[in-house]
Structure formats: C-alpha cells, structure tokens
C-alpha cells in the first residue's frame, strides 16, 4: 500500500489483507495520517483496483468481494465522520469497526466472518422474500439468522426469526409456539408495539392453544398495540367489544374504535397510502349490517363494503400476508348485502350539496368550475387543490351504492337542476355575470399550480366561471350553497337538486378456467373460509381435510360453487386446495 501503482494498470486488485495490513500500519496515529490514507484508498476504487463485481446482496456464500464491499462502505462513512474531528486527535477507537469486520477472514483465510457479516446477512432477507432464494442463500441465511438471536440476542434478527416461524418458509417451517416466543422475547427487549399486536393475533386466533382463543392476553397485547396508534390493534379491540370476547360486549365502544380507524385510514387512502383502509371499511360494513352501536341499514353496509372491496384490489398485487383472507371475507359480505339492497340507478339526486364534502379534505381549499347550458342547468366541475408542501393533492373516493360504484378521483362533474344559478362575489360584491366559461381546461390547468393570491391576481382566473372555497352552508329554504374562503363570501348556487352519474360498468364476460371451491367452517361461530377442491363429489354438510394453521383440520363444508379465474380476483395460486374428504 505504500508504494505507488499506475493508474492505467489492471493486474492488481486491493485484498482484505491490503486493507488489515493498511489499518494496523496507521492505527494509533492522528486522525490527518488516518483521513490521508483513507482519501488515497477511496481513490483507488476509482481507477478499478477495487473489484468491479462488488456490492448488492451477499448471495450463496460470503466471498472476498463481499467483505470489500463492506470494508469500503465503513471507510466512506469514515472519511466524512473525521471531517470534523482535530486533526491532531489520536483515536484509538477510530479503526474498531473495520476491524471487526477485516480480522476473522484475514486471520481465518477467508474461512470465518465476523458478526458484522453474519447480521448484515441476517438484515438483508425475511419471510417474504427467501424462499425466493437458492438453497445456498437459504442455509446462509439460516446460520447467520440463528447465530444473530441465540447467540448475539440481536433484537431485530429475533424479531425476523419470529416472522419467519409465522409466516412459514422452507428454512423456517410455521410455529406458532416458536413465533409467540420470538415475539414476546422481542418485545421485552424493545418495548416494541408491533410485537404486541402480532402476539395479540397469536393469543386472539389460539395459535398456541389448539384453535381455543386466549382473549384475556389478547386483549392485553392488543390494548398496548392501541395505545400506539397501531390500526389493527384498534379494530381487533373493535372485535373484541363488539362480540363480548374476553370482555363485557359493549357494542358503543366498539363503534368508536372502528370509526376512528375508518376515518384515518380514509385520509390515507386518499393520499395513495394502500394501508388497512379495506379492514377498517370492512368493519363499517359490519357496523351497519349488524346494527353495532347503531341502527341497521343496509344500503350504508353496502356503501362501506364497496369501498373495502375498491381498496383491497388495489392493495391485493402487493400480496400482503392475510390478505386473502380479508378478500374473501369482503366478497362475502358484498354477496350478501348484494341479497339484501337491490335499489339500482346510476345517478345519484342530492337537495343538500353534499357532493361538496367530498372535496373539502382536510379543510382546504377546493376549486369549482362552472359552465352554464342553455336551460339554465349548470356542469360543475369540482377539484380538491393541493397544498405548498404537497406535490399532488389527495384523490376523491367516490361512493354511489345503487351503481355499485367505487373510486379514486381527482376531479368529479357534477351537474344541476334546469334553471338553476351561481352568482361569484370579490370583495363582498357580486360579480357581473356577463359570459360563460372560457376554456375550462386551460383553467384548470392554471389553477392547479397557483395559490389564493395568485388566482386572484389572474385575469383569467378572475372571469364568472370559477369558484375557490373552503367551507359552504346550505339553506334549505332557498335551495341555495353559499361558498366561502376564509370567512368570506366567493360564491352561491342556487338549484333545485345536484346529480352525480357514475359510469357505465364495463361488463366483462368470465373467462379462463373453471375452478371448484368449497367454503368451509372450522368452527360453529366463526368465518368460512375458501379452498380449492378437486373432488367434485363433495357436497354441503360433507367433513373434508384441509391444512390449518396448526396441521391437517377436519372441517365442515357450507357451500359449494364454481368460479371462472376472472371472477376470482386473486392469483389462484392464493388458495389453499382440500386434501381429501374425511
């Protein structure tokens, strides 16, 4: 290292042994002889005597390319971090970690790593993606993993260990007695809430207990989720309440807990976050469904599973762990209130413009534009406007029952009664109302990119057609919405009624094969769940085996149907299959 090498030369390439024998030469000198070698070694990568191939995941084995990589990543972060030290410092603790790293597969030949390598390992899978792996990655993994909980007692290798064991994976069968164990370990380390609200599903779901719930730790670890802010500690608390499982069935408290869910997990959605909005619309639908706390309607169960359903198919492709579950459960319900709520229509006849609410998300401001037609009728075109410190703002979701309509939108017409108006006011003074509409979309596209003063400062922004607002008031007298903006008066339409028509639903003919399913019920008062089934001899009220969490289960089936693979809505590899009639 101390000798000088050409620039243009390839035949050599730096060693871990180059680098240990570098670190023993200046460690104990100052930090400016340190940050001089330091610069020359980073130079050097530069001019390719470092290996080319270096970096990404470590992979089969761990290789001299792998600790390299490592070793380089630790003297950049150190060049940076000594920029502020006394350069006449001596540090002795400045080569500690570069040592840990270089000693074992200097000293071992290249046999042995440090822990350094065996967590880096251990962070870089988890139970979603290694089984994705080879088998060689596989049982690196594995060693490095255990290696990282049983003997290191690394908090976050013990918590991916117990993910593993929950999830299942090939080098890590499902256990639920190994992942409860994981879980609380984990959580006496750290204190961490979401371990709480795992063992809360662990105890909940009787994982441990032979299928029997353990609703008095359940609630315990769920009420500490909750007190986090975790969602679905909340909602599984909501269960809890709703049912009487493990306390007094209160079915008021269960409705706040839903509702508060729903209505942040709303706000999300929104805003593109996938989160657990399809659970939380779910519930609202069970609120409605089954009278919790309120009283039955089923038109606004329906409401809120049509938004469940919109929100788990956009969340399904990213194959989160349960939502299969939480699918079928949401096509069930949408099946049965289907029975149920049989009012039909596109459009939608509000008197109280509560269209309008749909736009004022988070109380800001929301752009109307208006053109007028000839009957006196008008299209409104309605735009929630983004903030400063936004790039976009949040989308609409659009709910109409009757159309079995559902949607994210950044913009939504509405339309007016004939002989309907709208005055604009500037200043507390009415606009004269002269002319339609310019072009709205070159409107539009101005509006979206200016502020309150700018529009007012626009001359074309200034003309009859546009409104700004943030809060409106309806009289029901005169049938007319009064907008405003900060307090003051921008705006008024006066109509007999709004209308909102959902597009025509594409109707799309079933295609691709035909697959039979059973829904089965592991117990007397819980959910049926969906299995594939080969034996078409199977009927209503057979026994046949499937695969639980805890092994093979004898269960009793309640229905049987066919589906075609474009009604299933989920990758048919999703479902678990019957193993044989019992």
Not at 132 to 159: G, H, M, N, W
Not at 221 to 233: C, D, L, R, V
Not at 452 to 469: A, G, L, P, W, Y
Request: net charge negative; glycine share 6%.
């Amino acid at each position: 290292m101390g000798g000088h090498i050409d620039e243009d030369s390839e035949e050599y390439r730096i060693s871990c042994k180059d680098i240990y024998s570098g670190i023993m030469h200046y460690d104990g000198k100052t930090v400016e002889d340190i940050y001089r070698w330091i610069n020359t070694v980073m130079k050097l990568q530069k001019v390719v005597h470092f290996p080319s191939d270096m970096g990404g995941r470590i992979q089969d084995a761990v290789t001299e390319n792998d600790i390299l990589y490592c070793v380089y990543n630790e003297m950049d972060d150190l060049r940076w971090e000594m920029s502020d030290y006394d350069p006449s410092e001596v540090r002795g603790e400045i080569f500690e970690i570069l040592k840990d790293i270089l000693k074992p597969w200097v000293e071992s030949g290249g046999r042995e790593y440090s822990d350094y390598i065996k967590l880096k390992v251990a962070y870089e899978y988890d139970e979603s993606d290694i089984d994705k792996q080879s088998e060689d990655t596989q049982k690196l993994f594995k060693e490095c993993l255990d290696y990282c909980c049983d003997v290191l007692k690394d908090p976050r290798a013990i918590q991916s260990r117990g993910y593993c064991y929950y999830c299942g994976t090939n080098v890590y069968p499902n256990d639920w007695v190994k992942a409860r164990d994981s879980f609380l370990e984990y959580y006496q380390m750290t204190g961490d809430a979401s371990a709480a609200n795992t063992l809360g599903y662990i105890y909940y779901y009787g994982r441990c207990n032979g299928g029997v719930p353990e609703y008095e730790q359940a609630f315990r670890y769920f009420s500490i989720g909750h007190a986090f802010s975790i969602y679905e500690s909340t909602y599984k608390l909501g269960d809890m309440f709703a049912h009487g499982y493990g306390v007094v069935k209160d079915e008021d408290t269960a409705n706040c807990l839903y509702w508060s869910v729903y209505k942040e997990n709303l706000e999300r959605f929104m805003k593109g976050d996938d989160c657990k909005f399809a659970d939380a619309a779910l519930r609202m639908g069970n609120v409605y469904r089954d009278g919790i706390g309120v009283q039955k309607d089923i038109e606004t169960a329906y409401f809120y599973y049509l938004q469940a359903d919109y929100a788990i198919r956009e969340r399904i492709e990213y194959d989160c762990y349960g939502d299969t579950v939480v699918f079928n459960g949401i096509q069930k319900a949408l099946e049965e209130a289907r029975k149920e709520y049989t009012e039909t229509g596109r459009t939608e006849e509000f008197k109280y413009p509560g269209w309008a609410k749909w736009t004022l998300i988070d109380h800001r401001r929301c752009r109307l534009t208006m053109k007028k037609f000839g009957d006196g009728a008008l299209e409104i075109n309605a735009m929630p406007l983004r903030r400063r410190d936004e790039d976009v703002a949040p989308k609409m979701l659009i709910t109409i029952p009757k159309a079995d309509y559902c949607e994210l939108k950044d913009e939504v017409r509405i339309n007016t009664a004939n002989k309907s108006r709208y005055k604009i006011y500037k200043d507390g003074a009415e606009i004269k109302n002269e002319a339609f509409v310019k072009d709205s979309a070159d409107i539009k596209n101005k509006a979206d990119v200016m502020d309150n003063s700018e529009i007012e400062n626009d001359t074309d922004m200034k003309n009859n057609s546009q409104i700004v607002f943030d809060s409106f008031e309806y009289d029901w007298s005169e049938g007319t919405t009064s907008f405003y903006l900060y307090d003051e008066l921008v705006g008024e339409i006066c109509t007999e009624y709004y209308t909102f028509t959902a597009p025509v639903k594409k109707k799309v003919e079933p295609s691709g094969d035909i697959y039979h399913f059973v829904s089965v019920l592991f117990e007397e008062s819980g959910r049926c769940y969906d299995y594939l089934c080969d034996d078409k001899s199977v009927k209503v009220d057979d026994t046949v085996i499937v695969m639980g969490y805890d092994g093979e289960k004898i269960v009793k089936v309640e229905v049987v149907y066919d589906k075609y693979e474009s009604e299933l809505g989920l990758p048919v590899e999703s479902y678990k299959k019957v193993i044989r009639k019992s």
